[in-house]
């Protein structure tokens, strides 16, 4: 990337940026699907705008349906994505480098963070994200921060296996194959990424062309519902109906239910 960009960054600027490109292929449309009567992306863009930590949210889209659903519920979209970077094999940090080129060219100003929250993930509390805004600035050598979390019930990935030649097993992690039997206990804590929230240097991105760079921070959050089938869709409906969810009753509170699969209000 252009390393003047650098010379642009706004110094303390949190930007959260939603991606919601238009190709669903497990669940159709799934980023404007109703739940409980709003459409999955509203939630997202709810938590960053009741965030005390990000400044602004912009939703990254190739679609100008699901733009002006975005816009419906306070989010900008200053820009369509090209199609280019929005099909099944396109990359986070490709849709990163776009907005950070374009904001450039047309702003002359970037962020000195994007907070990536994804649309699959609308059960999050905004005080877990502004807790990851806030350990990522007590850090500037960071060059992101990463939400993970211990899985229960999932076997240690240290003893799990490959198979090889298709016949034989061998540990994934170690040279001698015995050291993937020995107790659970023995072996360090193993965490499997979560959706909650993903933070950026912009800085780092510019000077390195990498996403997460080599100082990322570890940051915990409880296990969180991550939609990709109907199963994971169905589970988000039920918990966000049962509780007294925070971003849920906003939206209550702000606007309309929606009364049929476009996401408009009716």
């Known amino acids: 990337m252009d390393k003047q960009i650098l010379r642009k960054i706004n110094k303390g600027e949190v930007c959260a940026i939603i991606p919601a490109r ?3 292929k497990g669940i159709p449309h799934k980023n404007i699907k109703l739940m409980c009567g709003y459409p999955l992306i509203s939630y997202t863009i709810a938590a960053a705008k009741l965030s005390e930590t990000i400044d602004r949210t912009i939703v990254s889209t190739d679609s100008r349906e699901y733009a002006e659903i975005a816009k419906l519920y306070g989010a900008q979209v200053p820009f ?20 950070i080129q374009w904001l450039y060219d047309q702003e002359n100003s970037v962020p000195e963070y994007f907070v990536h929250l994804r649309v699959t993930c609308p ?34 990935p240290f003893k799990w296996l490959v198979k090889q030649d298709d016949i034989y097993f061998k540990s994934i992690f170690f040279e001698n194959n015995d050291d993937a039997n020995r107790p659970r206990q023995s072996y360090p804590s ?11 240097s ?12 080599n100082k990322i921070l570890a940051f915990e959050t409880p ?27 906003y939206l209550l509170t702000h606007y309309p239910i929606c009364k049929e699969e476009t996401g408009h209000v009716v």
């Open 190 to 200: 193993a965490y499997m990424r979560s959706v909650y929230v993903d933070i950026i």
């Open 202 to 213: 912009v800085e780092s991105l510019v000077k390195n062309g990498v996403l997460f760079g």
């Open 80 to 99: 369509l994505r090209p199609a280019d970077i929005s099909n099944d094999s396109s990359t986070d940090l490709e849709l990163m480098a776009h907005a």
């Open 22 to 24: 238009s190709g669903s």
């Open 223 to 249: 296990e969180t519902v991550d939609i990709d089938h109907m199963d994971d869709y169905e589970k988000a409906q039920k918990l966000i109906s049962k509780e007294n969810f925070k971003i849920y009753q």
């Open 123 to 156: 059960i999050r509390e905004t005080s877990v994200i502004d807790q990851a805004v806030a350990l990522m600035k007590q850090h500037p050598e960071a060059t992101s921060l990463l939400s993970a979390c211990i899985p229960e019930g999932i076997l240690t």
